[in-house]
């Protein structure tokens, strides 16, 4: 019985490795928070996603609330932030950016339908201070068929 050629087998293997590598996004920030966004019946799709920052607010998920509590956080990339912390924030946003695109930063605030309100303004207040006036609210698309 003649032996199995395996001379193709690293080209597969390369091959399938490329595919997945190409095709595979990573996830840039682990949720500590959970968030229930709220319904929308005009939403728009963000064109260039590398120009957005994400602010997320809402309770933390389950295996942080014994170290957090119940209350609505903000997380600013993988941690907890204040109000305070958003300046700095949207600084090495900035800084992180290409000086062209700078002007196009745009803030996305991914707030759960819970949160009072008056989160929502302190946190409109810091971005201003912070000269960050490109705001997009997060939402999902209600079918009114």
Do not use: C
């Not at 920030?29 to 005009?42: C, D, G, I, W």
């Not at 799709?45 to 170290?67: A, C, D, F, N």
């Not at 924030?89 to 950016?97: G, L, N, P, Q, V």
């Amino acid at each position: 019985m003649p032996a199995i050629s395996t001379a193709s087998l690293p080209d597969i293997v390369f091959m399938l490795l490329f595919f997945f590598m190409v095709s595979t996004s990573m996830r840039d920030t682990t949720m500590m928070v959970s968030t229930k966004l709220p319904e929308a019946s005009e939403v728009a799709k963000l064109k260039k996603k590398s120009l957005v920052s994400y602010i997320y607010v809402g309770p933390p998920t389950r295996e942080h609330q014994r170290l957090f509590g119940t209350e609505p956080r903000i997380q600013l990339n993988d941690s907890f932030k204040t109000l305070v912390d958003i300046r700095d924030f949207i600084s090495s946003e900035r800084d992180a950016m290409n000086e062209s695109d700078r002007p196009l930063l745009t803030t996305s605030l991914k707030i759960d339908e819970e949160t009072r309100m008056r989160i929502v303004t302190d946190i409109k207040q810091e971005l201003r201070k912070a000269s960050a006036l490109k705001i997009s609210y997060a939402a999902r698309q209600v079918d009114r068929h």
